[in-house]
C-alpha cells in the first residue's frame, strides 16, 4: 500500500492517524530497503563486469565509504556491521594479488 493509499485511508475514516503514521514508516521502511538492494546488485553488477584495476578500485573506494560512514554512526550494532563488511571486502582484495592497504 503506497502512501497516497493510506491517506485515503485516513481521510475515509477506514484507518487511525495512529495506524496511518505506523503503516506509513512500514511503507518508507520497505521503499528504502528496495533502494538499498537495488544499490547492491548495481555495485555487485559494477565490480563483476570491470577489469582486475577497476574492482580494486571500485572496491577500494567503497571501504573507505563503509569505514567513514562506520565512523560517523552513533549506533554500536550499525558501526559494527559496517566495520565488519569493508573488512570482508579488504580481505577479498588482499587474495587478488598486487592489493596493498
Do not use: C, P
Not at 528504502?32 to 546488485?41: H, I, M, N, P
Not at 548495481?42 to 569505514?67: C, M, P, S, W, Y
Amino acid at each position: 500500500m503506497d502512501a497516497h493509499k493510506l491517506a485515503q485511508l485516513l481521510a475515509d475514516g477506514h484507518i487511525t492517524q495512529d495506524e496511518h503514521d505506523e503503516m506509513l514508516r512500514d511503507y518508507e521502511a520497505k521503499q528504502a530497503a528496495l533502494v538499498e538492494d537495488k544499490e547492491v546488485e548495481q555495485f555487485r553488477t559494477d565490480v563483476h563486469n570491470a577489469g582486475v584495476a577497476g574492482k580494486k578500485r571500485i572496491i577500494r573506494e567503497k571501504v573507505i565509504d563503509l569505514n567513514v560512514d562506520a565512523a560517523l554512526l552513533e549506533d554500536r550494532f550499525d558501526r559494527r556491521e559496517k566495520q565488519r563488511t569493508a573488512s570482508r571486502l579488504k580481505f577479498a582484495m588482499r587474495g587478488s594479488g598486487g592489493y596493498s592497504f
